[in-house]
């Protein structure tokens, strides 16, 4: 009885060709072997450090988007406790900042957060956090989303 199963022995598998880059002279000169050197050196366009929408500011502010306050289920950029974000094209970061009250128990220990947090993002060489009190934070500053999250839409 037949199965319809054939076996058949090979000695040797030929092995198929590799893949090779041949030297092709590009328009604009010689095209290097090596592509992703140039690659790597361009910087995007459009990228403007300081500006939103740059990938660094926008790695900065999903950093902070990563910090919560401890006794609201709400991150701190959302609750609208940062003023501002400034990247310089040299990687500085400065962060704006407050708290909901002066006398906040994380007072001392969140700034701390924001500053090695932000200088953990790649592109920041350096993060500088200015905690300040003027103008107060109030309720009014919280995003829409912060404040559907808190039951006050």
Known sequence: MSNGIEIQEVGAVEQPPRARVEDVAV???????????????????????????????????????????????????????IYGV???????????MTLTTPHCPVAESMPMEVELRVGAVPGVGSAEVNLVWDPAWDPAKMSDDAKLELGML
């Open 27 to 81: 328009e604009s000169g010689e095209r290097k072997r090596d592509y992703l050197e140039g690659f790597l050196s361009q910087k995007p366009a459009g990228d403007v450090a300081g500006e939103p929408g740059g990938a660094l500011y926008e790695g900065v502010v999903s950093a902070l988007k990563e910090i919560y306050d401890p006794e609201i289920p709400v991150n701190i950029y959302d609750l609208g406790l």
């Open 86 to 96: 400034e990247v310089t094209e040299a990687g500085h970061a400065v962060v704006t």
